[in-house]
């Protein structure tokens, strides 16, 4: 897929694909979005996103370097600048490359310590765009990334479900005397997106910080077809948190992933935050690629039942909006 064919219904989405820490100014970064190889790097203004192919001979961009504000390719020297049009081929110094001379540009943007990508042309506002988040916790950690062998909707879904705490989190977030999922109900927000408004669920260390025990009280939120949010909040004096679920559809059947950690918890450290969301997604992990197929299948194949109306809400949705990398 290139940025100036038809858009594909996946990159009208604004999708993260690296840590804004990553990229260097002085040289360019490699990553992978929707099964399309891209070099991100940095002009001296600002950060830029072309697909990863030199337009000349093929060459990986993010294999060159940046030189004087424009990226190098590697291969003959050919730099192109921030709107992706050739400026200087050494071969032939005074040649004045015509505008067809270009590398397909992305559109790019910074949000919650990740950068984020989407096809030129591509909506810039909600729901598509990076989600503000604006009325969460103000301290925020960015946990990852995690290299996952399977789709991304397998991540998001799971990340969506209650009904495993109990089995795969047991002594964390569930316990096998409180297997039974409760009645809930599924409600879509103003841009049609599917979500559980109030959600409890019995939990013997539901957060880094859970001293025991309690009742939390869960609200999930689909923000995209590869990213959710649950915010929870404890009995008493806990502290409200939220994780958000960042994952970036690299091929059909494989995505990175991070978390967002958002806590009004301002004395525990650090350290202490991530490990308890790395040990929760290593739970999760090898189930999840054990799953098959590593699609998600939106159109049969898997039974369900009372408990997964979350599931079948996010698969519909995503059937409603032609999404078609990485499900089946």
Known sequence: ??????????????????????????????????????????????ARAFTDRC?????????????????????????????????HVPALPDFVPPTGHRAVAWALREAHGLWWVAAAGAPAEAPHAPPLLSDLPSRRLLCGPYDVATSAPRVVENFLDTAHFGLVHEGWLGAR???????????????????????????????????GGAWVDYRYQLLSPYTALLTKKGVGDAPQEAYALWTCPTEPEAC???????????????????????????????????QRPRRLPVSGGELHCAADRLSAAYRRWLQGQRITFGVC
């Open 55 to 87: 337009p000349h001979r093929g060459a990986r961009l993010s294999l060159g370097r940046v030189h004087d504000g424009q990226l190098e390719c590697p291969y003959h020297g050919w730099r192109f600048g921030a709107d992706g049009r050739c400026r």
């Open 177 to 211: 005397d409180h297997l039974q999922v409760p009645g809930y109900e599924v409600i879509a927000d103003a841009h049609g997106r599917p979500g559980v408004p109030d959600y409890r669920a019995w939990q013997p260390q539901g957060s880094a910080a859970a001293a």
């Open 256 to 290: 990175r992933v991070w978390f967002t950690i958002f806590t009004s918890d301002d004395a525990l450290p650090d350290g202490d935050l991530l490990a308890f969301q790395d040990t929760i997604f290593r739970q999760d992990r090898p189930v999840l690629e054990s």
């Open 1 to 46: 897929m290139q940025a100036n064919d038809a858009i594909a219904p996946e990159a009208h989405w604004w999708l993260p694909v690296a840590a804004v820490g990553e990229l260097a100014t002085d040289r360019p970064l490699g990553v992978t979005l929707l099964g399309q190889p891209l070099a991100l790097w940095h002009d001296g203004a600002e």
